[in-house]
């Protein structure tokens, strides 16, 4: 029996890849770098792009009946 976590595994570590991306961003834009606007938007992408992936993956999940 695999656990109901599996389901949700790559949702889950795209939304975590897009949060570091966002906490890297804001320390670049805390340094003033260049592009820093940019890596924000690609981690804040990614974490929508993660939730909208859960949200479907939530409304399509059927609990296995043992």
């Known amino acids: 029996m695999k656990n109901s976590l599996y389901f949700f595994k790559w949702p889950l570590v795209l939304l975590l890849?897009?949060?570091?991306?966002?906490?890297?961003?804001?320390m670049i834009?805390?340094?003033?770098?260049l592009n820093a606007d940019n890596i924000l938007i690609a981690g804040t992408l990614l974490m929508v792009v993660s939730i909208a992936w859960l949200i479907i993956k939530l409304i399509s999940f059927k609990k296995q009946s043992s």
């Open 17 to 26: 890849v897009g949060f570091m991306i966002r906490v890297i961003g804001s």
């Open 29 to 33: 834009k805390i340094l003033h770098w």
